[in-house]
């Protein structure tokens, strides 16, 4: 199946919308008036299967199976820098939830053939999410299919499905009629996953119902790439009413390094969507407004993408791939 087949996108048809949230975490923050364009994206984020035939036709090798370069590590051991992926691992007992490295480890040999590491596979997973791309993976198989990757704009926009600054994808009411409408945590975690919604790890990619524009997926399961850069705010003034941003991208890349580690200047983009591991007690950001800073050098075992295409081109017209 070629990805380019533009029968698996969903047409968005563009317009105004209030972007970002006031009511969440800071970097939501402000809510803001954006137009975007019409485009096409992805029905689903990039599956396993998808991301087999990009790897069969090019001979990809992703960033998670190749060693890291020691000059990008000032300071790092030699022994530390193999190849190898960021693997979520419940711990088992209770711990501090403001110290990650508890319940992620750095696992070798972990890729997107090997999502919970060596001995792992994906022989059942076709049709689940692929994981463990770096944002250099991502982008190269949206080229490959003759795509792109959202901007964050266009990624919210399509989220929303059409509901302007509702709280989820699907409305305001997270589970509506008492069912889940996305894979996401439920319980205490990183230590109890009560599983409500029938999943433990990622799901098949169209497990849950989609939302008003036919999009599955949009909110938990995977984060998604976009091809913005961060910054811990968005920039746009809610006060210029008159003035609404059109197409908006992201600050510049030399604004994305992450003030917290100033010896590692490895630029951030903007992951959005959320994913299984978000919970009410650690990460609400299972919501079209959430978002997050990811390193793009970094790969996990619940980061994935989708592409999109824009303009408003028939299939006929459309990129094949290259």
């Not at 698996?8 to 975490?25: C, E, K, L, Q």
């Not at 996305?182 to 009560?194: C, E, H, R, S, Y």
């Not at 609404?244 to 390094?257: L, M, T």
Request: glycine share 8%.
């Amino acid at each position: 199946m070629l990805m380019s087949d533009l029968k698996d996108m969903i047409f968005v048809p563009g317009g105004t919308f209030s972007m970002g949230s006031d009511r969440h975490y800071p970097e939501e923050a402000p809510a803001h008036r954006v137009t975007v364009d019409p485009f096409r994206i992805d029905v689903t984020p990039v599956t396993n299967r998808q991301f087999r035939a990009f790897v069969a036709a090019t001979g990809y090798v992703t960033t998670a199976q190749i060693p890291p370069d020691p000059k990008d590590y000032p300071g790092a051991q030699p022994q530390m820098l193999y190849a190898g992926s960021l693997v979520f691992t419940p711990p088992g007992r209770t711990v501090d939830p403001k110290h990650w490295s508890q319940w992620w480890s750095f696992m070798r040999s972990a890729d997107w053939r090997h999502p919970y590491g060596p001995e792992s596979n994906i022989d059942d997973l076709d049709d689940h999410p692929v994981v463990h791309v770096a944002y250099a993976d991502a982008l190269a198989c949206a080229r490959w299919a003759g795509k792109d990757l959202p901007t964050e704009a266009e990624w919210e926009f399509a989220a929303r499905g059409g509901l302007d600054s509702a709280e989820y994808a699907w409305g305001d009411d997270f589970a509506p009629g008492g069912k889940h409408r996305a894979n996401t945590w439920q319980g205490k975690f990183p230590v109890q996953d009560l599983c409500e919604d029938g999943f433990s790890r990622t799901s098949p990619v169209t497990a849950f119902p989609p939302n008003g524009y036919g999009i599955h997926d949009m909110i938990g399961n995977v984060w998604e790439w976009t091809s913005d850069w961060y910054i811990a705010r968005h920039t746009a003034n809610p006060a210029k009413a008159c003035c609404i941003p059109k197409n908006p991208r992201g600050p510049r890349e030399d604004e994305s390094y992450d003030p917290c580690q100033p010896s590692i200047r490895i630029p951030r983009k903007v992951l959005k969507g959320g994913s299984h591991l978000c919970a009410p007690n650690y990460c609400r950001r299972y919501r079209p407004a959430a978002r997050h800073a990811e390193p793009i050098d970094t790969s996990t075992s619940h980061v994935g993408f989708r592409c999109v295409v824009r303009g408003t081109q028939s299939p006929a017209e459309a990129p094949g791939p290259r």
